[in-house]
């Protein structure tokens, strides 16, 4: 679904990804971990995007779609939901669901309801005024009405009472169940463990590690990769 070939990028002068490589299959959950500066926002933005690439390859769908704009992405059935409640904060919830729903605003809002039953009291709200676990399952509720193929998430639970981070990972769950893949960024290591089935960590920029979630648990990783005593 994602192959980024030998890929470079960064910002201005700055280098923050070197030589990357990384691929998504279909079904495939890929939990992206590393340390706070390691690149993983970067990289995702590089594979959604918003950021171009200097050098290498990125494919999706088996397209080249290299130093293509993020709407490209998207029509090819990539979808971002980035750090910090990528919502439109002046509109409200049900506006965010039907400018952003592909088949249809009444479906799509009936859907998000049925799936987030605590946002059918704030359809007529504006958005940024509602809880940050409310505003992140309205982030969430993109990666079901655009019906992508690729879902990017990038620190869906920051933030956020241990009772919503329950309800993003089931959600996330529901995602797979429907054969989306997903590549997954996250604060909560063993979380992200038990929904991926492959797992990369990058450090200053360079994957450092490529293998089974299976074969790797939450201690080795805060220990041998973090270099955190767990």
Not at 87 to 112: H, K, M, W, Y
Request: glycine letters at 12%; charged letters at 20%.
């Amino acid at each position: 679904m994602l192959t980024l070939s030998s890929v470079t990028a960064g910002y201005g002068q700055t280098t923050v990804l070197r030589d990357v490589d990384l691929t998504v299959g279909d079904g495939e959950v890929v939990a992206l971990l590393g340390p706070n500066g390691a690149g993983k926002t970067t990289l995702l933005r590089t594979a959604t995007g918003f950021v171009r690439p200097r050098s290498g390859r990125i494919e999706v769908d088996g397209r080249d779609v290299t130093g293509a704009a993020p709407h490209r992405y998207a029509r090819l059935g990539v979808c971002h939901i980035p750090e910090g409640r990528g919502i439109f904060p002046s509109l409200t919830v049900r506006e965010n669901i039907t400018i952003q729903a592909r088949a249809g605003g009444a479906d799509a809002v009936a859907e998000v309801v049925e799936l987030f039953p605590a946002l059918k009291g704030r359809l007529r709200q504006t958005a940024g005024s509602m809880s940050g676990g409310e505003q992140q399952m309205l982030a969430l509720s993109r990666a079901y009405v655009t019906n992508p193929k690729l879902v990017v998430v990038d620190e869906a639970s920051l933030g956020l009472a241990p009772l919503i981070v329950d309800t993003i990972f089931e959600l996330l769950g529901r995602l797979v169940e429907r054969g989306v893949s997903l590549v997954v960024v996250e604060q909560y290591v063993q979380r992200a463990l038990d929904l991926a089935t492959t797992v990369y960590i990058l450090s200053r920029g360079e994957i450092i590690h490529r293998g089974a979630a299976a074969d790797l648990g939450a201690d080795e990783i805060y220990e041998k990769y973090l270099g955190i005593e767990s």
